[in-house]
């Protein structure tokens, strides 16, 4: 009989990554071909306005679970290990 225990799900990050930037690419090559300049730049500006509110919000979840952990774990706020 098989194993019942399934093994380790592979990492795909790096391959999303890679597959973000190449749909990103052709969509605005799409944009600039059926648009013009003006709104293939201003969807990269959106775009780019996007990805620093997400790296914004995830610098502060972070901050938010790593106070959350460290008060739990009996240490005061400003103690650094």
Do not use: K
């Amino acid at each position: 009989m098989r194993d019942p225990t399934p093994g380790r799900a592979p990492n795909f990050t790096g391959a999303c990554i890679v597959m973000f930037g190449v749909n990103l690419g052709w969509v605005l090559l799409l944009f600039f071909a059926i648009y013009g300049l003006a709104a293939a730049v201003f969807l990269c500006l959106v775009v780019n306005h996007w990805l620093n509110w997400l790296e914004t919000r995830r610098r502060t979840a972070e901050q938010a679970f790593g106070n959350m952990t460290q008060e739990s774990a009996g240490s005061r706020p400003g103690d650094h290990r």
